[in-house]
């Protein structure tokens, strides 16, 4: 099967291939996933109680405090953090902490990625080519 290709803008470079983790929600790191676990802990998510971790983020944007950009961080230097980061539109806190964790992240799908992956699909994510391949289930 031939993968669906979307052009996006690269926000922190790398690339990652993985499952999709999907949320309409906007993700708060600091108070909303404990980094220790990669668990969203927020009970007002649509992700409560699931596992980020070494799964590609698909989300809206990031929302909350500077200090998320260090949860994020600190993520990565534990083991908890999400493969790579698709978002609508990148906002300062979350890109700074992709950045800073050398997660790679990209925004401004060309397509609506809402429409086009779900949870579980296979994705490859080529931030550096501006590029993400859908391979779904």
């Not at 109680?49 to 590609?56: L, P, V």
């Not at 397509?111 to 086009?116: C, H, K, Q, S, V």
């Amino acid at each position: 099967m031939k993968p669906t290709i979307i052009k996006c803008r690269k926000i922190s470079k790398g690339h990652a291939q993985g499952e999709v983790i999907i949320t309409r929600d906007s993700i708060s790191f600091l108070g909303g996933v404990d980094p220790n676990t990669g668990m969203i802990i927020d009970p007002h998510h649509e992700l409560y109680g699931r596992i980020i971790s070494g799964k590609i983020l698909v989300m809206p944007s990031g929302k909350g405090s500077t200090v998320g950009s260090y949860v994020l961080y600190q993520m990565h230097k534990n083991n908890t953090a999400p493969l790579a980061i698709i978002a609508l539109e990148a906002e300062p806190i979350i890109a700074t902490g992709a950045i800073m964790a050398g997660i790679a992240m990209v925004d401004q799908p060309n397509d609506d990625i809402f429409d086009l992956v779900k949870d579980g699909d296979l994705v490859d994510l080529d931030a550096d080519a501006c590029n993400i391949k859908i391979f779904g289930k």
